[in-house]
């Protein structure tokens, strides 16, 4: 009989060792981890062939570029969603210069509002004749 209880009681903490690992390890598996919530991009700010400003940002995983944009910096946006202004510095239509931006060294044909960075992407605004 005492065989039997000790067989019993063994099994039951086996039993309870498995459904705790097992449910641990799917409440891992369900919740984000902040390398998947968080990532860095660097943003660099260009005016007059100046740099304004050069920044590694930390964002959330579906930050767009004018979120980050109005997160981190000063700027003044058109009510058609455009950048005028970015830390005081104002495009001039006249001129013909106006903000413009490139990630990794290339043009990008979506506007600010839309755009969503990667990890590790280089967002260069830089303010120029267009």
């Known amino acids: 009989m005492n065989k039997k209880l000790n067989f019993i009681f063994g099994s039951a903490i086996v039993v309870v060792l498995i459904v705790v690992g097992l449910w641990t390890s799917g409440l891992a598996s369900n919740t984000p981890s902040t390398a998947e919530q968080d990532q860095e991009v660097q943003v660099i700010i260009i005016a007059q062939g100046q740099e304004v400003s050069e920044d590694t940002i930390e964002i959330a995983e579906d930050t767009t570029l004018m979120e980050l944009m109005q997160q981190h910096y000063d700027i003044v946006v058109t009510d058609d969603g455009f950048i005028e202004a970015i830390e005081g510095i104002e495009q001039d239509p006249e001129e013909k210069m ?15 509002g839309d755009f969503i960075p990667a990890e590790n992407d280089l967002i260069t605004w830089e303010l120029k004749e267009f």
């Open 98 to 112: 106006f903000w413009v931006y490139e990630v990794n060294d290339e043009m990008v044909n979506e506007g600010a």
